[in-house]
């Protein structure tokens, strides 16, 4: 038997929404382990084959309640206020992200803790992308040092592994000191105090350049294309 509701559009979309909020919660109280289809049933007040129709199977509803917590990650960032600075607003964004996997540990390790190459949720790699955009002002600054993916592959690797170090402790033996040495390791890795055209020349100015190269309405899309396959050649040297 059907629940008649969820036989509309409108109907489905909010029965997914309210399943997919039940889960979540099951969730944050029991771990993995409570999202039986059978158990996120019981809570939503409906039926499992009305879970397997919507998300097809309990990985596809696992896939829906990740990307709950990455709309909510998304909605903690975008709310936060700007710092100014680039590098600054690199920090907090740091913090936002320890902070939201400390406060909810179970959701954090579901979103960042069973990668699944090819298949990241559109809102994951919307978070990424605010990183990139980030690392890119930053850039654009003239204090980056290494390429923008590495900078940001290595500081999204650095704060996610700092989450789940700490979230492995008990809770009284968490040390709010490693995060803060963990955020300043991985951003003097890949940014510098003063501007790379006076800190480390030609191929950390090249990637300043790079980050820019997009607004530069005056060149046509031939001439931006060429001359960004320059500036990579150059922007190459800083790592060689």
């Not at 709310?79 to 964004?93: F, N």
Request: proline share 6%.
């Amino acid at each position: 038997m059907s629940d008649p509701e969820s036989e509309t559009p409108s109907g489905r979309d909010r029965t997914r929404a309210h399943i997919v909020s039940v889960a979540a919660r099951l969730l944050a109280s029991g771990g993995r382990d409570a999202l039986s289809t059978r158990s996120v049933a019981a809570a939503a007040g409906t039926q499992a084959p009305t879970i397997y129709r919507l998300f097809g199977d309990k990985e596809g509803l696992l896939d829906a309640v990740a990307e709950y917590g990455f709309n909510a990650y998304l909605r903690d960032k975008k709310a936060s206020p700007s710092a100014g600075d680039p590098v600054e607003e690199l920090r907090a964004g740091w913090d936002l992200h320890v902070g939201f996997g400390l406060a909810n540990p179970a959701l954090f390790s579901l979103m960042y803790g069973d990668p699944k190459p090819g298949r990241r949720p559109p809102a994951a790699v919307a978070a990424f992308r605010m990183l990139r955009e980030r690392i890119r002002a930053i850039a654009a600054a003239g204090r980056l040092k290494v390429g923008e993916r590495l900078a940001a592959d290595l500081v999204h690797a650095a704060g996610c592994g700092t989450v789940f170090t700490l979230l492995a402790l008990p809770e009284k033996q968490r040390d709010p000191g490693l995060s803060e040495a963990a955020r300043e390791a991985a951003i003097a890795a890949v940014t510098t105090d003063a501007p790379v055209v006076e800190a480390t020349g030609p191929a950390a100015a090249a990637m300043a350049l790079l980050a820019a190269l997009p607004d530069a309405t005056a060149l046509t899309d031939g001439e931006r294309h060429v001359l960004g396959e320059w500036l990579d050649r150059l922007a190459g040297d800083a790592s060689g």
